[in-house]
């Protein structure tokens, strides 16, 4: 379907600030990519249905308190759990759409002040993305969708200091779409970008580790 036989999917992140619309556009570009062919999965962090997922779920509706470092190893371990799985579906040809990654576990956890480097390394080994495409999009905008407030982190000064973090992280996996755009827009350019590096994950680019 996708490809080459051979062939192994892309791992195409989302990230960017609460609401900015990572849930809605990655489930069109899923449906979007099954839609032209190719074997798609979307996949979220944290994934809630684990065991730690449901301690980290717990813990961001404000029913349970954690140490800061403590909650940001869960994140990561969250990832780690699923790691061997993401790499077998990747090797048998399937694109994952994951909606937030590590990105979102270092640019977090840092804005509460904890030291950059010290949350990168339990992310250290992780599967690195083909592509992080990061929504961007004014706090005070963000703030203004449906829904905002509701968990713990969904406050405009913590906010902003998250979106200061994810400038300090992007690299050369990362591209940036207006996510103040019309949905269709950014539904648009996210499927040409997605293509691309789909395209070049067919083509035989290995799978590689982060933080390289
Ligand atoms: N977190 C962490 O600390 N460490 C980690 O390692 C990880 C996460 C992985 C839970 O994440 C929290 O965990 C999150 C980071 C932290 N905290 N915050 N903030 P989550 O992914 O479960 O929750 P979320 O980030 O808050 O996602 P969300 O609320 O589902 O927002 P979204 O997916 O980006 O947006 P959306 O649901 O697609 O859209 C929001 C609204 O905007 C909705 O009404 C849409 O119809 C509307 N929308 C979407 N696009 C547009 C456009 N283009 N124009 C106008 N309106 C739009």
New binding site residues.
């Given amino acids: 379907r996708g490809g080459k036989e051979d062939s192994r999917g892309a791992l195409v992140v989302l990230e960017?600030?609460?609401?900015?619309?990572?849930?809605?556009?990655s489930i069109r570009l899923v449906a979007n990519l099954e839609k032209l062919g190719h074997s798609a999965e979307l996949w979220?962090?944290?994934d809630r249905t684990t065991s730690v997922g449901q301690m980290i779920s717990s813990y961001?509706s404000n029913k349970s308190q954690l140490d800061d470092h403590t909650i940001h190893l869960l994140?990561s371990a969250n990832r780690w759990e699923k790691r061997s799985l993401m790499e077998s579906k990747l090797k048998s040809g399937i694109t994952l759409v994951v909606?937030?990654?590590?990105y979102?576990?270092v640019a977090?956890?840092s804005a509460k002040g904890l030291d950059i480097e010290w949350c990168k390394a339990p992310e250290i080994g992780l599967l690195a993305p083909d592509l992080v495409v990061c929504?961007d999009i004014p706090p005070e905008k963000a703030a203004e969708?449906?829904?905002y407030g509701g968990?713990r982190?969904?406050q405009l000064e913590f906010?902003k200091k998250v979106g200061q973090n994810y400038q300090v992280l992007r690299g050369p996996t990362w591209k940036i779409i207006d996510?103040?755009?019309?949905?269709e827009d950014?539904e648009e350019q996210l499927q040409e970008m997605v293509l691309d590096c789909v395209k070049t994950c067919q083509e035989g680019k290995p799978l590689s580790c982060l933080w390289s």
């Avoid at 960017?16 to 556009?25: M, P």
Wanted: charged share 25%; hydrophobic share 25%.
């Fill in positions: 960017g600030l609460d609401r900015c619309g990572k849930t809605t556009q979220r962090f944290p961001l994140f909606d937030r990654y590590s979102s576990g977090f956890s929504l969708r449906g829904g968990e982190y969904e906010q996510a103040c755009l019309p949905m950014v």
